[in-house]
């Protein structure tokens, strides 16, 4: 019996050894053959720019959207446009919050080879399935709408240049050099920005009518943009569906392809509503 208990005593105080020995950690010989990796300066310094740069990169894209600073984010962004498209962070999160606008749709209409009318829109949820190929569809739609909203007028531009000559003999006159300068790289950029905006819709415009030519065995085809307005909670509750047919605006000519190529639409042609076949 005093052999088991002392046996007992020496097995306790055997494990409790070991358990302080677990406790205290690794040996300084065991810590030698693992030793821990520590960043040296220059690496860190390394990393915290990289880090900080990637971070600045993904927040500018947001920022590039409209409305951007034109002497800041926008510039930038410019810049930045091919890393962000290797990247895929061009995102707009701006465009879901705080406060959606109104969506916008494409609406085609066309004339296939054997004479027959057919006519659609997209972005479709019947047809384009999963939601982000739907998605898809709908940006590109917004995008069409905003490309084609952005163009200016052919009288506001007629008036402009109208403006801008008055203004510099006016300064030029005054001997104002300076301003006139001024006054002249100003009306450059503008040019230069509504002729990107022109040439930017028109390429756009004409490779989705080349698409749905294609896809329709069409010979001609017609594109508008059509907005969809966001009902007011009273017309909600009172039974308005946001797909309701009410909510649709009159269609907004953007161009049309046929075989003698593309033609965007001109201020003269007029809006359609929905369902007219004028």
């Given at each position: 019996?005093?052999?088991?208990?002392?046996?007992?005593?020496?097995?306790?105080?055997?494990?409790?050894?070991?358990?302080?020995?677990?406790?205290?950690?690794?040996?300084?010989?065991?810590?030698?053959?693992?030793?821990?990796?520590?960043?040296?300066?220059?690496?860190?310094?390394?990393?915290?720019?990289l880090i900080?740069?990637?971070?600045?990169?993904?927040?500018?894209?947001?920022?590039?959207?409209?409305?951007?600073?034109?002497?800041?984010?926008?510039?930038?962004?410019?810049?930045?446009?091919?890393?962000?498209?290797?990247?895929?962070?061009?995102?707009g999160y701006?465009?879901?919050?705080?406060?959606?606008?109104?969506?916008?749709?494409?609406?085609?209409?066309?004339?296939?080879?054997?004479?027959?009318?057919?006519?659609?829109?997209?972005?479709?949820?019947?047809?384009?399935?999963?939601?982000?190929?739907?998605?898809?569809?709908?940006?590109?739609?917004?995008?069409?709408?905003?490309?084609?909203?952005?163009?200016?007028?052919?009288?506001?531009?007629?008036?402009?240049?109208?403006?801008?000559?008055?203004?510099?003999?006016?300064?030029?006159?005054?001997?104002?050099?300076?301003q006139v300068?001024?006054?002249?790289?100003?009306?450059?950029?503008?040019?230069?920005?509504?002729?990107?905006?022109?040439?930017?819709?028109?390429?756009?415009?004409?490779?989705?009518?080349?698409?749905?030519?294609?896809?329709?065995?069409?010979?001609?085809?017609?594109?508008?943009?059509?907005?969809?307005?966001?009902?007011?909670?009273?017309?909600?509750?009172?039974?308005?569906?946001?797909?309701?047919?009410?909510?649709?605006?009159?269609?907004?000519?953007?161009?049309?392809?046929?075989?003698?190529?593309?033609?965007?639409?001109?201020?003269?042609?007029?809006?359609?509503?929905?369902?007219?076949?004028?």
């Amino acid at each position: 019996m005093a052999n088991r208990k002392r046996n007992t005593k020496s097995k306790n105080r055997s494990n409790r050894s070991e358990f302080e020995h677990a406790l205290s950690g690794p040996t300084d010989q065991q810590s030698n053959s693992n030793p821990t990796f520590h960043w040296s300066p220059t690496a860190r310094a390394i990393a915290t720019v990289l880090i900080l740069f990637y971070l600045f990169v993904v927040v500018i894209g947001p920022l590039a959207n409209p409305i951007a600073s034109k002497h800041f984010s926008s510039p930038i962004a410019e810049r930045l446009a091919p890393l962000h498209r290797i990247l895929f962070l061009g995102h707009g999160y701006r465009f879901f919050g705080p406060d959606p606008g109104p969506t916008h749709r494409l609406v085609f209409r066309g004339v296939r080879s054997d004479g027959s009318k057919f006519e659609g829109f997209f972005p479709d949820r019947q047809t384009q399935q999963p939601r982000l190929i739907y998605h898809r569809w709908f940006m590109l739609s917004e995008t069409l709408f905003v490309e084609h909203a952005s163009q200016a007028d052919p009288n506001f531009l007629k008036n402009r240049t109208a403006d801008y000559e008055r203004q510099v003999a006016r300064l030029a006159s005054a001997n104002q050099t300076n301003q006139v300068k001024r006054l002249q790289m100003d009306r450059q950029r503008e040019l230069h920005y509504h002729q990107r905006t022109s040439e930017r819709i028109n390429s756009l415009a004409k490779s989705v009518a080349q698409v749905l030519l294609e896809q329709h065995d069409a010979s001609s085809i017609e594109l508008f943009s059509q907005e969809r307005s966001i009902p007011f909670p009273e017309e909600v509750l009172d039974g308005l569906k946001l797909n309701s047919e009410q909510l649709l605006l009159p269609l907004n000519k953007i161009g049309e392809l046929d075989a003698d190529g593309y033609r965007p639409a001109t201020a003269a042609d007029p809006k359609t509503i929905i369902g007219s076949d004028e």
